[in-house]
Structure formats: C-alpha cells, structure tokens
C-alpha cells in the first residue's frame, strides 16, 4: 500500500491478517453524518446528527426514493460546514472514498417493484441509477464539486473501515489534498424485510475530512484526531470472538509502534455475533469525537480508540486505531 508501513503480514501464528501504521500524520479534520430513523448512539455521537436530516436536500429530479444518496449528500455538506474543516483545495484535489455494506439494495428492491407494476418500458428511467452501489458517492461528488477520485468500496461489514484506511494512504500518496471518506446503509421497510431483518428501518451516512497533518496546516483546518493503525483479516479456522481478537490486537499493535506512550480504550464496535449494518458509521462519530474532545482539553490526546467492525457469521473483521492530536505530531 502507497505510503503506508507493513507491519505485519501473514504471520505465521495469525494467518492472514494484515496490520499497518501510517508514517507521517494523517489526520480527520470536519466530519458530519445524516439519518433517517432511529440511531443508538452516545448524545456526543449524535450531535454529528439532525432532527429531520433529510429534508431539503437537493436530489435529481423523479429520482424516487434514493435515501441512501440523499442521506450522503447531506453527510458531506454538513461535514463542509464542519467548524474544524478550513479552507477547501480545488475540486481536482477533493476526493471521495465510500465504504457501504448494503449499497443499493433499497432501490433495487423499489425498482424492481416498479417494473412490476407498471411493466419494464413504463418504469421512470430516473431510478435506474441509483441501483447501482457508486451512484450515491457520484452524486454526492457532483453535488459539492469533488473531482478528484471517487471510490465506493463493497466489502461487507468493514467496507466503512476500509475506505477510511484507503483515503489516509491516497492523502499521503498525494492523489489528493482531502478525501471525504465514510459510508452510508439504507434499510427500508422493503429492505429489512428481503434481509429478514428484525430491527427499525434506518438510513444513516457518515463522512470525514481525511487529510495530512501538513495540509490541514496550510488550509487553516483543526484536526480533530489522528489515524494510528489499522488492520483486516479472515482467519477461518478461528471462532468470531478469537478473530476479533487477532485483529484488533494486530491494529493496537501497528498503532503502538507509532505511539509507545499511548493509552489503550476500550474497543467500539459490535461483537461478532451482532448484525448492526448501520451502526459502524456511528461507532465511528462516537471515537472521532472522544478524540476531539482529547485534542481540546490537551489531557489523554495519546490515547488509542479502536474501532472494529465484522460480520456476523464469517471469521474476518477490521479494526482502525484513533488518537488524538497534540503539538508534537
């Protein structure tokens, strides 16, 4: 991976499992969410969200019912608006990186009621595209003139992880000034019944301001943390619980080589056994403002948050490591 340093892969006493730390600062600076239904979070979490967070968001027109792209539409505007955000570079150097679990299957479902009921030649054409899963990281590009790349990651339950991971390592390949990382799901009534899915229909996105330390400098941006490690595994011959084990250990101990003073939290995130498809993006507003809230009062700013996401039935997972940041990064 462009400018990242491998500490760990394949070992022999952990089978596949990659960890990483990032050897020049790489920092999230605005960050911003959206949502529609009913969301566990910690109020500090939530604040990143609004009452009626929907509303008056500019779509398509005819565009139907694409509450996922809505939802990241607004993620992003409210994460430009963010206080700690600073001057934006040109849209050339704005990218955007998008992990998502369930990408579009809320307008697949609804599109292809629609063609059931009015017939495959009478369907409004306009729905079409957001059944495809990089429709809504497109638009929300379009929407807030972000030209740089535009990547939707689809890997299961650590896709949000894993475009955090990727936007630090283009950052500091230089592919781009900021990235706008993050994720959206979008459970509907319709969706939560194809998944047999017992819990309240939500739609949620997240997005951060990924960048490098040197670049938030010069644009005036206040960092709110720092990322400190990550890695990602599939070790099928372990149970769930031993495999987020491994992997979490393998990303605190990529973050401490960085940080052999820190601290270590208490790891956020489900256990292995939970399907929480949407609340990864919130566990991940939950660690960024601990973080701030570390880097404002300049006491604990050394302390590691993990974050970890995997599924519920398959032994793999990921985990990225959190800090704050202080004057001697």
Not at 11 to 35: M, N, Q, Y
Not at 48 to 67: H, R, V, Y
Not at 228 to 252: H, I, N
């Amino acid at each position: 991976m462009s400018g990242t340093e491998a500490l760990r892969l394949n070992p022999a006493e952990k089978p596949r499992v990659f960890a990483h730390g990032w050897p020049e600062p790489v920092v999230i600076t605005g960050f911003g969410g959206a949502a529609d239904g009913p969301l566990e979070a910690s109020d500090e979490a939530l604040k990143a969200f609004s009452q009626q967070q929907l509303d008056g968001i500019k779509m398509p027109p005819n565009s139907g019912q694409a509450l996922g792209a809505r939802a990241l539409v607004a993620a992003l505007q409210r994460t430009l608006d963010h206080p700690a955000m600073g001057g934006l570079p040109a849209p050339e150097e704005r990218a955007m990186v998008i992990g998502t679990r369930l990408a579009s299957i809320n307008e697949t479902i609804h599109f292809m009621e629609q063609i059931d009921t009015h017939s495959a030649t009478l369907v409004n054409p306009a729905l079409f595209p957001f059944t495809v899963m990089n429709a809504a990281a497109g638009l929300a590009a379009i929407q807030h003139q972000c030209r740089g790349a535009n990547v939707t990651f689809n890997n299961g339950a650590v896709s949000a992880l894993v475009a955090l991971s990727y936007a630090a390592d283009l950052v500091l390949a230089g592919q781009a000034e900021v990235v706008f990382a993050g994720g959206f799901e979008s459970l509907s009534p319709r969706a939560c019944a194809a998944l047999g899915r017992n819990r309240p229909a939500v739609t949620v996105a997240t997005t951060f301001a990924v960048t490098t330390l040197k670049n938030a400098d010069r644009s005036g941006a206040l960092p709110c943390a720092r990322f400190a490690g990550y890695s990602c595994g599939d070790l099928p011959q372990l149970s769930l619980q031993d495999t987020r084990t491994a992997v979490v250990e393998s990303a605190q101990e990529a973050a401490s080589a960085k940080h052999p003073e820190a601290d270590l939290e208490e790891t956020i995130g489900p256990t292995p056994t939970a399907a929480r498809h949407e609340e990864i993006l919130v566990d991940l507003v939950e660690a960024i403002t601990a973080c701030a809230a570390d880097t404002n009062t300049n006491s604990g700013s050394n302390t590691l948050r993990t974050v970890y996401s995997g599924s519920e039935r398959v032994p793999s997972g990921a985990a990225l490591v959190f800090t704050g940041v202080d004057d001697s990064v």
